[in-house]
């Protein structure tokens, strides 16, 4: 647990991070700019790097779990704030109305103009219930279908932020066709006549994440995971507790690491040393220079091409043999 001196939303293992954290600023606070107090900063310092790149070199399934949920964890909008130069937000599917966990709107990224789709969690709780804290309603994917459809009409790529537990599971959601939204999203993403880039950023939970997860490239944060349930729900239908999330997260094996050994992930973007949630303005560089790497690659390929690469790559995801071809 977090001590007294160490913030509210700290994580259990990332106790020896703060203990350091908490000497170093104690250091600097005492006003004393003494010889022997600048060698203890560097000293301590350098001990932080040393412990901080040691315990995000061990993460655990489960812990990497609590990293990708973290409250100070950069979001959708936070990214289009730090990456992007312009973003012009749009709303509604014209039909039932707007849908607030998801994000979707047009931005400038260096000299390319993209539409960007994303899940939102919101900061404050006022935010997150509004939000409904990343789980999106029918509406929510069927303004996203919306927005990238008009992206393929002017020929502009789309760009997807994945961070969603899943998709809103409440009865209304239910009534509204929550399942169909989805998978019709999921249809005519891979025929969608655009490039598409998706980035799972935090949390790729169930058919809430791949309602928006089908791109000719996908990309994952280092500490973010991406599976076909969460760990509770998984303990919840094998072990019939929540209380086996730690045992389904190791099961699960949805790890970026994992996911890029299965080939469903095509890159792993490094974050800064203690996480995303530790410096978001060297993380949105980084996935920035990943974004506009991946639009020149893309831009320089027909269209033809383009849509049978995006088909063929969802088709053999999961596609294994029992023994191997002679």
Known sequence: MAT????????????????????????????NKSAQTEDQLRSLRRELAEVTRKVYSELSPWEMVQVARHKDRPYTRDYLNLAFEEFVELYGDRRFGDDRAILTGFAKLDQYKVMVVGHQKGRTYKERSACYFGCAHPE??????????????YKLPVICFIDTPGAYPGVGAEERGQSQAIAENMYEMSRLD???????????????????????????LEHAYYSVISPEGCAGILWKSGAHAEKAAEALRFTSKDLLEFGIVDTV??????????????????????????????????????LEGRYQKFRQIGVFLETPVV
């Open 4 to 31: 007294q001196d160490s913030p509210a939303s700290g994580l259990a293992f990332e106790q020896p991070i703060y203990d350091l954290e908490v000497r170093i600023r104690e250091l600097e606070q005492a006003g």
């Open 140 to 153: 929510g994917y069927r303004k996203a279908l919306l927005k990238m459809r008009m992206a393929a009409k």
């Open 194 to 220: 655009t490039p598409i880039i998706c980035v799972v950023i935090g949390e790729g939970g169930s058919g809430g994440a791949l309602g928006i997860g089908v791109g000719d490239r996908v990309a994952i």
């Open 269 to 306: 973007l490094e974050e800064p040393l203690g996480g995303a949630h530790r410096d978001h303005h060297r993380m949105a560089a980084r996935l920035k220079m990943f974004l506009i790497k991946t639009l020149r690659e893309l831009a320089q390929k027909p269209s033809a091409e383009l």
